[in-house]
T-cell receptor
Framework: AQSVTQPDIHITVSEGASLELRCNYSYGATPYLFWYVQSPGQGLQLLLK??????LVQGIKGFEAEFKRSQSSFNLRKPSVHWSDAAEYFC?????????????FGDGTTLTVKP | EPEVTQTPSHQVTQMGQEVILRCVPISNHLYFYWYRQILGQKVEFLVSFYNNEISEKSEIFDDQFSVERPDGSNFTLKIRSTKLEDSAMYFC???????????FGPGTRLTVT
């Protein structure tokens, strides 16, 4: 069964500081990996995705993520955080080529940005 | 850019009432999903639907839930007799191919009183 672990429930960083949100996944085959951001009361916005190819993927809003198969990780990074980045971040894994193809989400990481 | 839409954005209902949440997936997509997010918790898979039948459902998706694609454009989630614990944000998603990127709608916030 597929699963996603986001070890950090809550992270606080200062504005302008760098950010790394951790994500570890468990899946027996080629995963399809995603990071979503959710502001309070809002829907899910896709930041970036990884399916194959270059293991460093660029997303919107200056975010990037690196897929490391040996560590089963897909950590999200941003070199300089802005106050507007404060939100909930979800990592998700979806299977590449099976029926149904549901996504499994992690528990999320709440990001607080200090001025 | 095509997008998934959901109506209503917020639904308030009394316990025991039936509700129908509506979704319009992206027009050429073939696989459809419902997810649920209880306030402050993670997004959970409810059900997937393909070729006019359920492909997979989670343990949350009990006999109180049903899905339907009544025409070529809508995809609905019905809860027959709502409970307080059904209060959540419900997201619809669709994808063109199995295992492909899922496109999520903005969600319907269901409040059961």
């Amino acid at each position: 069964a597929q699963s996603v672990t986001q070890p950090d429930i809550h992270i606080t960083v200062s504005e302008g500081a760098s950010l790394e949100l951790r994500c570890n996944y468990s899946y027996g085959a080629t995963p399809y990996l995603f990071w979503y951001v959710q502001s309070p009361g809002q829907g899910l916005q896709l930041l970036l995705k990884y399916f194959s190819g270059d293991t460093l993927v660029q997303g919107i809003k200056g975010f990037e993520a690196e897929f490391k198969r040996s560590q089963s990780s897909f950590n999200l990074r941003k070199p300089s955080v802005h106050w507007s980045d404060a939100a909930e971040y979800f990592c998700a894994v979806g299977p590449y080529n099976t029926n149904a193809g549901k996504s499994t989400f992690g528990d999320g990481t709440t990001l607080t940005v200090k001025p | 850019e095509p997008e998934v839409t959901q109506t209503p954005s917020h639904q308030v209902t009394q316990m025991g009432q039936e509700v129908i949440l509506r979704c319009v997936p992206i027009s050429n997509h073939l696989y459809f999903y419902w997810y649920r997010q209880i306030l402050g918790q993670k997004v959970e898979f409810l059900v997937s639907f393909y070729n006019n039948e359920i492909s997979e459902k989670s343990e949350i998706f009990d006999d109180q839930f049903s899905v339907e694609r009544p025409d070529g454009s809508n995809f609905t989630l019905k809860i027959r007799s709502t409970k307080l614990e059904d209060s959540a944000m419900y997201f619809c998603a669709s994808t063109l191919r199995s295992g492909g990127e899922q496109y999520f709608g903005p969600g319907t916030r269901l409040t059961v009183t």
